[in-house]
């Protein structure tokens, strides 16, 4: 059923349909429009169910309504009960209007309809301003009744690239102690979407500013003021090293495995006493079990943390591949190609690692080695060669015949670059 037929009914029974929410905040933006929330005033529940006897309920607390896949829900007013992100009472009723469901939404560019007949804008709070000068907005001092939108708001400012309104900055610090209320599935759900956006340090310097990255972001949070060498990281401290890091990550790719390893990387650093300080030493080690203690506290999928614990242990090691001796570049080949992350996922981190300001590193190329390596250098290779199948006495041939294959190439490689000097 075509959406504008489905206002004519509503219509005639003596309601309106409006275009609400994320929708229309895209719409007015010029971006893709995914997934379209409609708003019906002027109808109840037993009205609406009538209309259309073939939407499928949804909604548990209140009127939520799927046809086809589209989501249509009754304007509906709500009241704070409690703390927490879930401790509200919900009315619905034919004599809510739009701008009392309006009221109840989070930020001024979320709090915007259009009238799906007209195409006339209902914008109370002055969204639409909001979106031309690239802000972001508590629509209101109830903002303060659900601790999420502290999460929200950090999530919209990295997808938009907005910038937070100080008064909403101050909201957001005084919900402090209700984030501890939040599920932790929810937390990482915002989390996730973050990372997935096209520069996820935006996230986690908002919350810094609101004064609450501690809470679920103990790790991250633990970074700032832990300095580096500037020789090596003129960038600032390991917050602002980390920072480039996972933004560098999400230019490379769309894979929030390897992102969440680039973010994770050097979390060592945060535990780095003071009297080492600029110096790191151990931190890749270190890192491994606050990776573990991180995406477990978060309920991460396993996966992330597996590729994040390899990130950590092994980023030092990828980035001074050339400076090792054959044994040791083969142990980590093997090691790094037999993980969840990869010689690809394990490039990525390395590469954004030792990023400097608009310089791609060129010599980062363990990866096309070790794929080389492996090819020629297999199981099937030693016992064609040596005429065995002893699976102890195959695993030690391979390895050696490895280490003398990299060391012919790393000498090959050398007078390469001999030649051009």
């Known amino acids: 059923m075509e959406i504008l037929e489905i206002a004519k009914k509503v219509k005639q029974k003596g309601g309106k349909l409006y275009l609400v ?15 379209k929330d409609y708003c019906v005033v002027g109808l109840n529940q037993e009205e609406w169910e009538q209309l259309f006897p073939e939407a499928h309920k949804r909604g548990k607390f209140f009127c939520v309504y799927d046809i086809e896949g589209t989501e249509f829900a009754l304007a509906r007013k709500e009241k704070k009960e409690g703390k927490g992100h879930t401790q509200f009472s919900i009315t619905t009723g034919k004599e809510i209007t739009i701008e009392e469901d309006l009221a109840r939404r989070d930020i001024t560019i979320n709090a915007m309809a259009k009238e799906i007949e007209t195409g006339k804008l209902i914008d109370p709070y002055n969204g639409k301003k909001d979106l031309e000068n690239k802000i972001i907005r508590a629509t209101s001092k109830a903002f303060c009744e659900d601790p999420l939108r502290v999460y929200r708001v950090a999530r919209f400012a990295a ?37 997935s956006t096209d520069k996820p340090s935006i996230f986690f310097e908002v919350l810094k500013k609101a004064e609450v990255l501690d809470v679920h972001f103990k790790e991250i949070y633990d970074l700032i003021g832990s300095t580096q060498p500037e020789k090596y990281h003129p960038e600032g ?51 491994v079990s606050l990776v573990v203690r991180f995406g477990k506290r978060l309920k991460m999928p396993e996966i992330w943390i597996k590729c994040g614990k390899t990130a950590a242990r092994e980023h030092i090691l990828g980035g001074i591949f050339t400076k090792m001796t054959a044994p040791k570049q083969v142990d980590f080949l093997e090691r790094v190609s037999k993980s969840k992350l990869g010689l690809d ?71 390469r670059m001999n030649m051009k000097k």
């Open 21 to 35: 929410g994320g929708a229309l905040r895209d719409e007015l933006l010029g971006r893709k429009v995914h997934d």
């Open 237 to 287: 401290d390991s917050f602002a090293h980390t920072m480039m890091v996972v933004d560098k990550s999400a230019q490379i790719t769309d894979n929030l495995e390897i992102r969440f390893s680039c973010l994770v990387h050097d979390l060592g650093k945060g535990i780095t006493p003071k009297e080492m300080l600029p110096h790191h030493y151990g931190h890749d080690k270190n890192g």
């Open 345 to 415: 996922g394990m490039k990525i981190v390395v590469l954004c690692d030792r990023w400097r300001e608009n310089e791609m590193p060129k010599d980062i190329t363990f990866d096309k080695l070790g794929k080389e390596c492996f090819s020629k250098i297999n199981g099937k290779y030693i016992e064609e060669k040596y005429h065995i199948k002893n699976t102890k006495e195959v695993g030690e041939l391979l390895r050696n015949e490895r280490i003398e294959w990299l060391k012919k190439e790393n000498k090959e490689c050398g007078m």
């Open 159 to 195: 997808m938009l690239g907005f910038e937070v309104e100080e008064n909403t900055i101050v909201m957001m610090k005084k919900l402090k102690q209700e984030l501890n209320t939040l599920s932790v599935e929810r937390v990482f759900d915002e989390f996730r979407k973050a990372l």
